[in-house]
């Protein structure tokens, strides 16, 4: 099975970085195949902990070659700068590759989704102020530099020169904001475009030679299903396709080259920044996961809404991507609440729906339906074996597995890489 998709079924944040610093043992390529630096994955490898924005996770595994797609967004001053922490903890960067195709993320798109955040008032999103909206309106607007333009500074620069003048109109005509200096930012960009150069690559053709030869590709999802600009709870989403879909356009491969789609769960829900969130808990439950699941962003440091596990998302999830099994994550961090809640529908408008809200309804108007399950207070961070697991614990991911109709393949029971259970090989 050469092609598994991993992305998450939430609003992000599910775990993904340290599902596919595992599944890239057996991998021989990692594509990231959307969103930009606002994307903050965890791994922890023994005593390092790599917070990787733009990187693969596969870059934990040596030789395994990692591709920035070109449905990514790219800093190219923040990814010179990650690429240098990779290197400090020892990783080699000898097998990263940027797609040609991927459209950069300029110090003007930053500045402009500051000011057009700030001007949102009290209808803001919650972005991260990184530019990632601002970045992929260039791009559908057929403005965009792309990482290729990196490789001859001079013909980049007269086209940053051209772009940065209208954003400058934009920042001080319409947001009152300075100017920003157009020259000072070349000259700041010219060695970053130097070092990125060489790892500059039509990365596509390097996917399609791996496929053809028979290596397990994973292409990595960065947000998350409801954050999906199509199908997540606009407006409050990201600008690209986390759901499996955007995995093809996003690296540029074919449909039939995916052989899987693993859903990347949290055994709760978490959601970070605004909008509607029916299962979330602002009581002593939501302080029981913040704390015990360390619900801070990676990115931001921004403390994340928490509630129960919505299994309404988790089937919408499975629907849209098609998942062929699911990978739950911080199972251990439900360790100690006395019983527990699975959402399995809402009540929306009168009626009861075991689906995503009808149209003329949004997740706002719902109010969410649970079953009780009993919790247990054993530690599970030792556990290795599905039967070793609590009889409890293994009720509720059973529950899930029934309720979102998909196997559940993994069970993590940790941050570490062997704090892991193994039911299946989602490699088969
Ligand atoms: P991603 O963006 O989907 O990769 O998720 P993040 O990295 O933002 O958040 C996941 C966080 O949970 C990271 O800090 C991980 O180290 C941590 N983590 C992952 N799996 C587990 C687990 O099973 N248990 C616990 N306690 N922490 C975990």
Redesign the pocket.
Known sequence: MPGLIVL?AQW?????????DLLAADAQVVARYQGGHN??????VGEH?LK?HQVP?GITRRGVLCVIGNGTVVEPLALVQEMDEVAQLGFDLGALRISRAAHLILPYHQALDQAQEASRGAQAIGTTGRGIGPAYTDKAARAGLRAEELVNFDTFAARFREAAAAKNELLTRLYGRPALDIEAMLAQLRPTAERLAPYVADTSLLLHQALRQGRHVLFEG???TLLDIDHGTYPFVTSSNPTAGGACVGVGVPPASIAGVLG?V??YTTRVGAGPFPCERCDEVGEHLVK???EF???TGRRRRCGWLDTVVVRYAARLSGFTGLAV?????LTGLPSLRICTGYRCGGTLTEDWPPVGYSLADCEPVYEELPGWSESL?AVRRWEDLPPAARHYIERLEALAGVPVDL?????ERE??VVRRNVWR
């Not at 994307?39 to 922890?44: C, K, P, R, Y």
């Not at 994550?329 to 961090?333: A, E, I, M, Y």
């Open positions: 998450g992000g944040d599910e775990g993904k970085g340290r599902v596919v994307a903050g994955h965890t791994v922890v902990t990787l996770s960065a947000q998350g990347v949290k055994a015990m699941g360390a962003g990676t990115t994550t911080k199972l251990d961090v961070s069970v993590s029971v940790g941050p704090q892991l």
